[in-house]
Nanobody, 121 residues
Framework: QVQLVESGGGLVQAGGSLRLSCTYS??????????MGWYRQAPGKQRELVAA???????NYADSVKGRFTLSRDTAKNTVYLQMNSLKPEDTAVYFC?????????????WGQGTQVTVSS
């Protein structure tokens, strides 16, 4: 019903930059996006919020990425971009795109397949 296509992960040295993108698509015209963003999961750790943009335009960031990561969106393309600067080894994780969608009845969370980000020291 909903597809989230991610791109942009990879290997980078500490201090470097990467940009992730995630495009939402659906054949269900009644579906409405409440929020889109990125979560990450490092080995042995729980999945955590990195950044999310709410439908009204406000953006939330994890404290650990504030000042380094920037989440933006292209509403016309249903795409969000996560610009990651000053990357640290502790940013290494699988990054998952997330969309919180109202399907006309309930809110549902949809996930992308995940993209690996590896930051070497």
């Amino acid at each position: 019903q909903v597809q989230l296509v991610e791109s942009g992960g990879g290997l980078v040295q500490a201090g470097g930059s990467l940009r992730l993108s995630c495009t939402y698509s659906t054949s269900r015209t009644a579906f409405k996006i409440n929020a889109m963003g990125w979560y990450r999961q490092a080995p042995g750790k729980q999945r955590e919020l990195v950044a999310a943009i709410i439908n009204g335009g406000s953006t939330n960031y994890a404290d650990s990425v504030k000042g380094r990561f920037t989440l933006s969106r292209d509403t016309a393309k249903n795409t969000v971009y996560l610009q990651m600067n000053s990357l640290k080894p502790e940013d290494t994780a699988v990054y998952f795109c997330n969309a919180n969608v109202f399907d006309g009845y309930v809110n549902r969370a949809y996930w992308g397949q995940g993209t690996q980000v590896t930051v070497s020291s």
